[in-house]
């Protein structure tokens, strides 16, 4: 992981950056979500997006909880939370995978759920 100094991380290993920051108490729907990345400006670029849910299982360090991701670039800027991703539950359009960064694991939840974002920018994985 970089740290780009600007609100931003970028992943090495996958070329993706990240956002760097979750804000305390701000969760949404997915549609919200949807709508905030697509809006986001951060860290010069306006390209972000909400991840796929492989994509954000790759922020997972699976031998940390409390939160399960690398809190030397995400320590002030965790929630160990849920977060969403942008992938529809193939059996049922009313629901999308969300990781939990707990513990790592995902889950589905309905779509009108509020729940954290990471956006993420970069080709798509």
């Known amino acids: 992981m970089i740290d780009n100094d ?4 970028t992943d090495e290993s996958t070329g993706l950056m990240w956002q760097q920051e979750t804000i305390p108490n701000n969760t949404m729907s997915w549609i919200q ?8 400006n951060l860290g010069g ?3 972000w997006r909400l991840p796929t849910i492989k994509e954000l299982i790759s922020l997972v360090d699976y031998r940390r909880h409390n939160p ?3 809190t030397a670039y995400f320590l002030t800027a965790v929630v160990s939370s849920l977060y969403w991703s942008s992938t529809t539950y193939a059996s049922d359009t009313l629901l999308a995978w969300s990781v939990y ?3 790592g694991h995902d889950y589905m939840n309905y779509k009108n ?10 080709e798509e994985k």
């Open 68 to 70: 399960a991701i690398d």
């Open 6 to 9: 600007n609100g931003t991380v």
């Open 33 to 40: 979500a949807l709508s905030y990345c697509e809006r986001l």
């Open 113 to 122: 759920v509020s729940l954290y974002v990471r956006a993420v920018r970069g």
């Open 45 to 47: 670029h306006t390209d």
């Open 101 to 103: 960064f707990y513990n």
